[in-house]
């Protein structure tokens, strides 16, 4: 799995199919990526919600790359 850290922005993962949970929920998402939010500020989390152009975050990009997964 690869993660890429938007310069400014949030995290993306490529994937195809997430299943997110949370506390006792549970979602799947058919789709070729998501957008995880970085800046604190979603009123989405853990997804971007577009939040960060609005307050100015800045953190530099980059990726980070998950291996044995
Ligand atoms: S990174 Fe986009 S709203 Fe936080």
């Known amino acids: 799995m690869r993660l890429e850290f938007l310069e400014n922005g949030p ?3 490529e994937g195809e199919r997430f ?7 549970e979602e ?6 998501v ?3 970085r800046c604190g500020a979603s009123g ?3 997804f ?3 939040t960060h152009k609005r ?3 800045q953190a530099p990009g980059g990726t980070l790359e998950v ?3």
């Open 11 to 13: 995290i993306r993962v």
């Open 19 to 25: 299943t997110l949970r949370v506390g006792d929920k």
């Open 28 to 33: 799947v998402l058919e789709k070729p990526r």
């Open 35 to 37: 957008f995880l939010c």
């Open 44 to 46: 989405n989390k853990p």
């Open 48 to 50: 971007c919600d577009g």
């Open 55 to 57: 307050i100015g975050f």
């Open 67 to 69: 291996e044995g997964d």
